[in-house]
């Protein structure tokens, strides 16, 4: 899956605490290494990303490390196993628990 770091965004929150604890939450799985193809990096950080091509303008969140969180504006590549998890709080960890949605209603799998 082609995507590109959303610049900007390092005041946004959530209820999990972190972006990473957000993607951790709702993808079901500790985040180990980067999402980006062939990096060994340990996860750091979850970043906010948009889909390049196509029409989903949605923003996700993946696992990256920070040397791949701090390059906006450049198509990265993602491993075909990253999960990508909405970053709209209002579908995800902002909805009450008896609303909240089960996590394969909300994953995007990166392929």
Known sequence: MLVKNIKGTADRTCNCGTWLAHWERFAGVRAMYCGV???LSEA????HVVK???TD?????????KKHNAESNK???LSS???MI???ISVTCGMTDSNSPSKTNLTNKAN
């Open 37 to 39: 193809l062939s990096c």
């Open 81 to 83: 196993h990253i999960v």
């Open 52 to 54: 390049e091509g196509g």
């Open 57 to 65: 303008k949605a923003q996700y969140i993946v696992p990256m490390c």
């Open 75 to 77: 198509s990265i590549v």
């Open 86 to 88: 909405p970053a709209n």
């Open 44 to 47: 750091e950080v979850g970043a």
